[in-house]
């Protein structure tokens, strides 16, 4: 196994890495500064690719059918229709109330919930208590993840379809309940960081091994567990892969479902040349709130990535 | 590591242990056996048969596995364009990746601005991805189109053209690499300073401190970032499929669009289960080989696993 990284140790060496190198900045001659320039060009030339995607989603929103189709193109909408995000969310034929209701509540929340709890279980297992064989089965979870998905797809929809779950959230919720692989990495890691004096002492006040999980190392931990959930809420809201196989029926449609369904229905309206102003409409509405998380607690999600990924 | 094989029953604690180790595991004990491993058996005998899902499974041996691999020409299309785009985007992704991590890495201001930015793509609904980058790129009302006809270019037809159209989804990978950018960039971090410090004194010029220092010491994780994007790419579906639909003239027909087609459209689940198998052999054989072909060149520190 690769070596095991906590965060502490890597910002020390990040703070370290930064005064160090600000020293040699001084002794820069003028092929470095052509250089320094250079690198902050292709910063901003990287950045724009990655804004400008975005940028343009959002300000076509704003457009009526006549300004889609300028050469050159147009970037600031004039006048801008602010009324196409009402118009698109309530697009007749669709309904994305209440598709953000079965994302949300049908889904979502229900899987980050069955993830946390389960995961949190098993790396508790593989990080607290000693038993034979635990690393061995480590092991087999790990290797869990390079397993295809394709590969359990169809018998995984027979026997949901035998038991009758087929447009029902049941085979997108339930799974959840089972653990993830890359969670229980996540989260094993930071248990692993908690002094095993404390549940010894938890253990000598008479506490068993679930008084232990739930009262020392849960509240310690709720940083990573607030992690977990984040990340397998947003898993939930951004899937459209499991919804299209599983409860791919109007009613039980989810976001990702519904803005697919954007442009067909904006067809059967007549007026084709509004597909792209309501299809980009409704997908600034679906990204916009993994843009508000995202900007309030982007350590969070830059870290949460860097732990389930760093191990080679 | 190194434990000693003894009577695992050896004493009540150990005995204590080993149950409490168990239960806690249990759910994903459970759920690996009924999501994984009897699927897995499942899907292996549902392609020795067709089945239709209306009436029972029929046997009928090797024929699936016989038609697609000597008799079906879109199966050869699908496998060109799988290792196509496999081959092609794979180390494409991980050298985006690795090199915004390197340039990120560097002594700039504002660095963690510009990794928001550029992580910011990977989190985004993959549904949204696959629309922008379609709006962005049509022949009709796309801003790239639109300002290159501006300056005089003629107008590519990105999406529509057999010749075009993978490169273009290529491009859109390399465009939603910032996981992979952030772990390499969590990485080149906890390189030691004191080994750069030892190359420069010997001398070492920056290509040289990377080629020697960085790779060598970054490498288990180029291994691991190459290896979940072999997996990922021949399972890509979601943007293909929603851009392309497999089009134009089945360029974009990727192995798993083909199966979900097979198996949800024409619901032929013994065929699909085929294809699932053949799939997962070549995933395993190439994960195989990358790690064999590796095994000289990735370095761990800890004196290998």
Same mark, same amino acid.
């Given at each position: 196994?690769?070596?095991?990284?906590?965060?502490?140790?890597?910002?020390?060496?990040?703070?370290?890495?930064?005064?160090?190198?600000?020293?040699?900045?001084? &002794?820069?001659?003028?092929?470095?500064?052509?250089?320094?320039?250079?690198?902050?060009?292709?910063?901003?030339?990287?950045?724009?690719?990655?804004?400008?995607?975005?940028?343009?989603?959002?300000?076509?929103?704003?457009?009526?059918?006549?300004?889609?189709?300028?050469?050159?193109?147009?970037?600031?909408?004039?006048?801008?229709?602010?009324?196409?995000?009402?118009?698109?969310?309530?697009?007749?034929?669709?309904?994305?109330?209440?598709?953000?209701?079965?994302?949300?509540?049908?889904?979502?929340?229900?899987?980050?919930?069955?993830?946390?709890?389960?995961?949190?279980?098993?790396?508790?297992?593989?990080?607290?208590?000693?038993?034979?064989?635990?690393?061995?089965?480590?092991? $087999?979870?790990?290797?869990?993840?390079?397993?295809?998905?394709?590969?359990?797809?169809?018998?995984?929809?027979?026997?949901?379809?035998?038991?009758?779950?087929?447009?029902?959230?049941?085979?997108?919720?339930?799974?959840?309940?089972?653990?993830?692989?890359?969670?229980?990495?996540?989260?094993?890691?930071?248990?692993?960081?908690?002094?095993?004096?404390?549940?010894?002492?938890?253990?000598?006040?008479?506490?068993?091994?679930?008084?232990?999980?739930?009262?020392?190392?849960?509240?310690?931990?709720?940083?990573? $567990?607030?992690?977990?959930?984040?990340?397998?809420?947003?898993?939930?809201?951004?899937?459209?892969?499991?919804?299209?196989?599983?409860?791919?029926?109007?009613?039980?449609?989810?976001?990702?479902?519904?803005?697919? &369904?954007?442009?067909?229905?904006?067809?059967?309206?007549?007026?084709?040349?509004?597909?792209?102003?309501?299809?980009?409409?409704?997908?600034?509405?679906?990204?916009?709130?993994?843009?508000?998380?995202?900007?309030?607690?982007?350590?969070?999600?830059?870290?949460?990535?860097?732990?389930?990924?760093?191990?080679? | 590591?190194?434990?000693?094989? *003894?009577?695992?029953? #050896?004493?009540?604690?150990?005995?204590?242990?080993?149950?409490?180790?168990?239960?806690?595991?249990?759910?994903?004990?459970?759920?690996?056996?009924?999501?994984?491993?009897?699927?897995?058996?499942?899907?292996?005998?549902?392609?020795?048969?067709?089945?239709?899902?209306?009436?029972?499974?029929?046997?009928?041996?090797?024929?699936?596995?016989?038609?697609?691999?000597?008799?079906?020409?879109?199966?050869?299309?699908?496998?060109?364009?799988?290792?196509?785009?496999?081959?092609?985007?794979?180390?494409?992704?991980?050298?985006?990746?690795?090199?915004?991590?390197?340039?990120?890495?560097?002594?700039?201001?504002?660095?963690?601005?510009?990794?928001?930015?550029?992580?910011?793509?990977?989190?985004?609904? *993959?549904?949204?991805?696959?629309?922008?980058?379609?709006?962005?790129?049509?022949?009709?009302?796309?801003?790239?189109?639109?300002?290159?006809?501006?300056?005089?270019? @003629?107008?590519?037809?990105?999406?529509?053209?057999?010749?075009?159209?993978? @490169?273009?989804?290529?491009?859109?990978?390399?465009?939603?690499?910032?996981?992979?950018?952030?772990?390499?960039?969590?990485?080149?971090?906890?390189?030691?300073?004191?080994?750069?410090?030892?190359?420069?004194?010997?001398?070492?010029?920056?290509?040289?401190?990377?080629?020697?220092?960085?790779?060598?010491?970054?490498?288990?994780?180029?291994?691991?970032?190459?290896?979940?994007?072999?997996?990922?790419?021949?399972?890509?579906?979601?943007? @293909?499929?929603?851009?392309?639909?497999?089009? @134009?003239?089945?360029?974009?027909?990727?192995?798993?669009?083909?199966?979900?087609?097979?198996?949800?459209?024409?619901?032929?689940?013994?065929?699909?289960?085929?294809?699932?198998?053949?799939?997962?052999?070549?995933?395993?054989?190439?994960? *195989?080989?990358?790690?064999?072909?590796?095994? #000289?060149?990735?370095?761990?520190?800890?004196?290998? #696993?």
């Amino acid at each position: 196994m690769a070596t095991q990284t906590s965060s502490q140790a890597r910002s020390l060496a990040l703070a370290k890495a930064t005064t160090q190198s600000k020293g040699r900045l001084r &002794k820069l001659g003028v092929t470095g500064l052509l250089t320094e320039l250079l690198k902050y060009v292709v910063l901003l030339v990287l950045a724009a690719s990655f804004i400008l995607p975005f940028y343009w989603m959002a300000s076509s929103a704003l457009k009526n059918d006549n300004q889609i189709y300028t050469v050159p193109p147009i970037w600031l909408p004039s006048p801008a229709l602010w009324n196409n995000f009402w118009d698109a969310w309530n697009t007749p034929s669709l309904n994305f109330n209440l598709y953000t209701y079965n994302t949300v509540v049908k889904y979502a929340i229900p899987a980050a919930f069955g993830t946390v709890l389960s995961s949190a279980l098993v790396a508790y297992s593989f990080s607290r208590i000693r038993w034979i064989g635990r690393d061995t089965v480590f092991g $087999l979870v790990l290797a869990t993840i390079m397993i295809p998905s394709w590969v359990t797809i169809v018998p995984l929809f027979i026997i949901f379809k035998q038991l009758g779950w087929l447009n029902t959230f049941l085979p997108l919720v339930i799974p959840r309940f089972f653990g993830n692989a890359f969670f229980i990495f996540l989260l094993r890691q930071f248990f692993l960081t908690i002094p095993t004096e404390l549940s010894d002492a938890a253990k000598i006040d008479g506490a068993n091994e679930f008084q232990i999980m739930s009262r020392v190392i849960l509240p310690l931990t709720k940083p990573a $567990l607030t992690v977990v959930a984040l990340f397998a809420f947003m898993d939930a809201w951004n899937d459209y892969f499991a919804p299209l196989i599983y409860v791919n029926i109007d009613s039980q449609w989810v976001l990702a479902l519904g803005v697919e &369904k954007m442009r067909a229905a904006v067809y059967e309206m007549g007026n084709q040349q509004l597909a792209y102003p309501y299809l980009m409409a409704v997908s600034t509405l679906v990204t916009l709130p993994i843009f508000v998380a995202f900007f309030f607690a982007q350590r969070t999600f830059i870290e949460g990535i860097s732990l389930t990924g760093i191990k080679g | 590591m190194a434990r000693a094989i *003894v009577n695992p029953f #050896r004493s009540p604690a150990e005995r204590r242990n080993l149950l409490l180790g168990v239960i806690f595991a249990s759910p994903w004990i459970i759920g690996f056996l009924v999501f994984t491993l009897i699927p897995l058996g499942s899907s292996l005998y549902y392609s020795f048969t067709r089945y239709d899902l209306l009436g029972d499974p029929v046997w009928i041996g090797l024929r699936n596995y016989n038609l697609l691999l000597t008799n079906d020409a879109d199966f050869r299309v699908v496998m060109y364009n799988t290792l196509w785009w496999v081959l092609i985007s794979s180390p494409l992704g991980v050298i985006s990746a690795f090199l915004m991590a390197l340039l990120l890495n560097t002594n700039i201001l504002g660095r963690s601005i510009f990794r928001s930015v550029f992580f910011f793509p990977s989190i985004v609904p *993959v549904v949204v991805t696959a629309f922008v980058w379609q709006f962005l790129l049509s022949t009709q009302y796309g801003a790239i189109n639109g300002v290159l006809q501006g300056w005089g270019f @003629p107008i590519i037809p990105f999406l529509a053209n057999p010749a075009y159209v993978k @490169p273009s989804l290529v491009l859109i990978h390399m465009w939603s690499q910032g996981s992979a950018m952030v772990i390499f960039l969590a990485t080149l971090q906890d390189v030691p300073r004191t080994l750069y410090e030892a190359a420069e004194i010997d001398g070492a010029n920056s290509w040289q401190r990377l080629w020697s220092v960085t790779v060598p010491m970054v490498s288990p994780v180029i291994l691991f970032n190459l290896v979940m994007s072999l997996i990922g790419g021949f399972q890509n579906f979601t943007l @293909p499929w929603l851009m392309t639909q497999g089009g @134009p003239e089945k360029a974009t027909e990727f192995y798993a669009i083909f199966l979900y087609r097979n198996a949800f459209q024409y619901l032929l689940m013994g065929k699909a289960s085929a294809l699932a198998w053949i799939l997962f052999v070549i995933i395993v054989l190439f994960t *195989v080989l990358v790690f064999r072909v590796s095994g #000289r060149y990735t370095y761990y520190a800890g004196g290998g #696993r």
